[in-house]
């Protein structure tokens, strides 16, 4: 059976945890979506990444990532401009309507993450974390491993 597949369970939480919190951002009329907030917030945070990094904070594909941006730039939340010292840097900045969206929706974040949390004690939730770190340190090795070339 699928639900005896833990992958096919924390994939089915995680699908229908983001079901949930984009509800909850769409009800209270703000107009962007998780992954855009991902983006934005991964920008406000360290805006000196350049794209590859974000997509990969993000776990996302760049070309994902720079549609996004660009979304982000139409929507006036974020600014982009070609770096002065290096021209093949972007520089990106939250705009003020950026900076205040984030504001905004943090205390939705906040709530949609307790209500997933609910009856979870700080102790359960510490040890999902580490388990869940050392699932993806155990897949990232082994990709490693995986897609290193074959020596003699």
């Known amino acids: 059976m ?3 597949i833990i992958f096919y369970s924390l994939d ?12 909850n951002i769409d009800r209270a009329g703000f ?3 998780i992954d855009q907030w991902l983006v934005l917030t991964v920008i406000g945070e360290s805006p000196e990444l350049g ?13 994902s990532v720079a549609r996004i941006i660009e ?3 139409k929507k006036k939340l974020l600014h982009q401009t070609a770096s002065q010292t ?4 972007i520089v990106r900045k939250l705009t003020k309507e950026g900076k205040q969206l984030l504001e905004a929706v943090a205390p939705i974040i906040s709530r ?12 359960a939730i510490d040890q999902l974390r580490d388990t869940l770190e050392t699932i993806f340190t155990n897949c ?12 003699d």
Do not use: G, M, W
């Not at 089915?12 to 509800?23: C, H, P």
């Not at 794209?51 to 070309?63: M, Y």
């Not at 949609?112 to 102790?123: G, H, K, Q, V």
């Open 51 to 63: 794209q590859a990094e974000i997509a990969d904070r993000v776990f996302k594909d760049q070309a």
């Open 2 to 4: 699928l639900n005896d």
């Open 31 to 33: 107009d962007i979506t």
């Open 86 to 89: 290096d021209r093949r840097r």
């Open 71 to 73: 979304l982000l730039v």
């Open 112 to 123: 949609n993450r307790a209500i997933a949390l609910n009856e979870l004690e700080p102790a």
């Open 140 to 151: 990232r090795f082994a990709h490693k491993l995986a897609n290193e070339p074959v020596s």
């Open 12 to 23: 089915k939480t995680i699908k229908q945890y983001r079901q949930f919190a984009q509800a």
